[in-house]
């Protein structure tokens, strides 16, 4: 592999803090130069330590972590030359804007020209040009979200860092704030490590998302690929809304398997991670590629079903049904006049595709 | 109520009923919050204003000896200060000796001591002899009986005393005092021992505030960082000093500092100094300075520990990823967002040390004196209260001194104590 392809790599690293369990295992991943990656996944999952250990602050108990090829693990934190956007922010309270910004330049012995320079050029890539004289307190939000960014690529590091950066912030300027990281990225083309718990973040910004839970990565890949072929249950459940049955397999023939639930229904499904006849599998089938009362013809699964609850959300009806046994199964019927009848405990037929249905590992 | 709520809207449109009513279910309040802090406005009211005002006033009262003196210092300002005083004057002393009560005339002579040292036994020898005098003139018999009497210099002493306020003690205290014409000098080379109490009391007490701030830092520091379980153990042992009597500590610190204390005998038995060069540890400024570090470092310990304990560790860690040297982000990031604990430490330990008093009494020795040492003398040895309350004004002054230099450069509102 070049190294433009594995500009961070991270070989074999695990990390254990205890001396008793692990919480990143045996842990390999390249990210390219240029990608923004994302790491998500549930808290105490391990993706903060790994961003840590590529910052610096935690040492990997065993395996090396590569920056341009070259091992960085005996290298202290100061030494990386690496951007970071903490949590909070971590803007240094007693210093104005324009020095916080200063700082790491002052740090690398600048000239006072060149670093008068470079700071205005960073806050006007996050507008914010007329702030520099502030304290950090006295902005909002979002405006100490854009300095914390401004400073993390003021020193035009050769990556950035971002360890849940919008957490703190209102949805709606979370989701701003989303954009515009995303943008600042597109446009100065650096690599970004992006950390987050939130789906519909990763999705939004990233090229690639890493799924962690318990250490590992479950599955790396594009956002679309994750949430239309997840590998796993795990990323199933965790990426967007998933119907899920318990079945156990019946028979498999070439990609296909059928799997029989508890009440006995047989339901038709891609094979993606079973390996054997009579192993329990967990389908995964997302509640949009479900339709209701359509021609039985075009479709291998085809289940009568009990209407359990409905909820009106403007544009479609989100519909809770009992099928397969499974009285969780949620349906996304679009708000039109052919749905019009639908009522609480009427019976209706539902229908979806065997290729839009995973058989995937069962955890008990 | 009930009326006056139905009938509210309708008068609220002048706007008075409303106010009228509000201003009502406030002043319930507020003569509640009144009464709740009355018991305690009350015990500062009596142990600590009024104190302190009869003390200021003190520092400067000189009426006592008016009200026994009175007709003598009438005619006394008559007199044109040569030579000496006029017959009159003479006869108004003579009478208002005579007539005072003992201890009326034992009180006035010493304050007249403070001012010329032989008035008290002047006036106690002239008591006993005044009887032999049966008629005036009276001047003549009383140089007789003492030749003082006839010695100028007396007589100008009680010029200072005309007045019913004086900055004697301010200026006795500060090793000034009036000279027989009422001019402010300073007190003879053998006599001078407040300005240089004063300037060893200011010195004490940054340097222990120094060392407070060096010993405590580090621990503060800890404290703030560690684990939650380490650092309840640590913060036990930075209060376990604040649990155990200031007498038990101060005498545990002269077991081990004394020449043939602890200390001194295991540096002997190391071999690292040799048994006839021991060193002086205590009974000197060493003593203080080495006592008071230990006393006072809680005091320092647990502001700093307050205030480094808001600091987020993400700063630090924001300072390394941006390129600072550990040392360089302590110095820049940390320890500018701990300058308020520093500062509120500080001023507490320096505020506690320039009055401190026990320890310098125990530890001090000769050289190790403090003003406070000092007030404590005059208070209960030589009784002179007027002293007392005049250095322990200067004292106050100081303390209100620093405090305002400290509100303008770091501000009041910073100080973190908890």
């Not at chain 1, 692990?22 to 808290?43: A, C, H, R, W």
């Not at chain 2, 009350?42 to 142990?47: E, K, P, S, V």
């Not at chain 2, 009159?88 to 000796?97: A, D, G, K, L």
């Not at chain 2, 020449?259 to 060069?277: S, Y």
Request: proline share 5%; hydrophobic share 40%.
């Amino acid at each position: 592999m070049s190294e433009k392809d594995s500009f961070v790599k991270f070989e074999n690293v695990d990390k254990s803090y205890d001396g008793e369990s692990l919480v990143v295992k045996g842990l390999n991943l390249d990210i390219p130069q240029g990608e923004f990656l994302t790491m998500l996944g549930p808290s105490g999952s391990g993706k903060t330590t790994t961003l840590m250990m590529l910052a610096g602050f935690e040492t990997p108990t065993s395996g090396e972590i590569y920056l341009g090829g070259e091992p960085i693990s005996s290298i202290p934190p100061y030494k990386r030359g690496i951007g970071m956007v903490f949590q909070n922010y971590a803007l240094f309270p007693h210093m104005t804007v324009n020095e916080n910004l200063a700082f790491p330049l002052e740090v690398r012995k600048l000239e006072k020209s060149e670093v008068d320079e470079k700071v205005h050029k960073a806050l006007s890539m996050v507008e914010l040009q007329d702030f520099g004289t502030r304290m950090p307190l006295q902005l909002s939000g979002g405006q100490q979200q854009r300095v914390a960014l401004a400073r993390a690529l003021v020193f035009q590091p050769r990556l950035v860092l971002m360890d849940e950066p919008l957490g703190a912030l209102d949805k709606k300027l979370r989701e701003q704030m989303q954009y515009e990281i995303k943008h600042i990225h597109e446009n100065i083309g650096i690599t970004v490590v992006y950390v987050t718990h939130d789906q519909s973040e990763a999705l939004t910004m990233s090229n690639r998302i890493a799924v962690f839970n318990d250490g590992k990565i479950q599955q790396i890949s594009t956002p679309d690929v994750l949430y239309e072929k997840p590998d796993n249950s795990f990323v199933a459940q965790f990426i967007g809304e998933n119907n899920q049955i318990k079945g156990k397999v019946k028979s498999m023939n070439g990609k296909n398997c059928v799997v029989e639930t508890d009440n006995g229904d047989e339901i038709v499904s891609l094979k993606i991670n079973i390996n054997s006849v009579g192993e329990t599998s967990l389908l995964s089938l997302r509640p949009e590629r479900v339709w209701v009362n359509v021609n039985e013809k075009n479709y291998e699964n085809n289940f009568e079903a009990k209407v359990e609850e409905l909820i009106y959300l403007g544009d479609h009806v989100r519909t809770r049904v009992k099928v397969c046994g499974n009285d969780q199964f949620i349906v996304k019927i679009p708000n039109s006049s052919d749905h019009s009848d639908l009522k609480e405990g009427a019976t209706v037929k539902l229908s979806w595709k065997a290729g839009d249905t995973r058989a995937l590992d069962f955890k008990a | 109520m009930s009326s006056e709520t139905i009938s509210g809207p309708i008068l609220t449109s002048d706007g008075i009923p409303l106010k009228v009513s509000l201003r009502k279910a406030e002043k319930r309040n507020k003569i509640r919050a009144f009464l709740l802090v009355l018991p305690l406005l009350a015990f500062i009211l009596i142990t600590f204003i009024i104190p302190i005002g009869d003390m200021l006033s003190r520092s400067v009262d000189d009426r006592y000896i008016n009200t026994v003196f009175p007709k003598t210092f009438e005619v006394f300002k008559k007199w044109d200060k040569q030579d000496l005083p006029p017959e009159e004057v003479y006869e108004t002393m003579f009478f208002e000796i005579n007539a005072a009560k003992g201890y009326k005339i034992g009180k006035s002579s010493t304050r007249m001591n403070y001012s010329k040292s032989g008035w008290k036994s002047l006036i106690k020898k002239s008591q006993r002899k005044f009887k032999r005098i049966k008629e005036g003139p009276y001047k003549e018999q009383m140089i007789e009986i003492d030749k003082r009497w006839g010695d100028p210099l007396y007589w100008k002493a009680l010029g200072e005393m005309v007045d019913p306020t004086t900055m004697g003690y301010y200026l006795n205290a500060v090793d000034l005092k009036y000279d027989s014409n009422k001019e402010i000098i300073a007190q003879p080379e053998n006599r001078r021992i407040y300005n240089h109490t004063w300037i060893k009391t200011f010195k004490v007490s940054l340097l222990v505030t120094l060392f407070t701030l060096m010993l405590g830092y580090p621990i503060a520091y800890l404290l703030a960082t560690l684990p939650l379980k380490y650092s309840n153990l640590l913060m036990i042992c930075v209060l376990l000093p604040f649990w155990t009597s200031l007498l038990v500590r101060t005498v545990a610190w002269m077991i081990i500092l004394q020449q043939n204390g602890v200390f001194n005998n295991l540096m002997v038995i190391a071999g690292l100094i040799a048994d006839e060069n021991r060193w002086k540890l205590m009974y000197n400024e060493t003593g203080t300075i080495i006592v008071m570090t230990q006393i006072l470092l809680p005091f320092m310990v647990l502001p700093l520990y307050s205030v480094m304990k808001t600091i987020s560790p993400s700063y630090m860690k924001a300072a390394l990823n941006l390129g600072a040297s550990p040392l360089h982000a302590f110095w820049k990031v940390y320890m500018p967002n701990s300058l308020p604990g520093i500062s509120a430490g500080g001023l507490l330990v320096f505020i506690i040390a320039i009055g401190y008093f026990i320890t310098p009494e125990l530890v001090g020795g000769k050289d190790g004196q403090m003003i406070g040492n000092w007030i404590a003398y005059h208070l209960k040895t030589t009784l002179n209260w007027g002293l007392c309350a005049a250095l322990g004004s200067i004292l106050l002054a100081v303390m209100l001194v620093f405090y305002w230099v400290y509100n303008k450069i770091i501000g009041v509102e910073n100080i973190k104590l908890g």
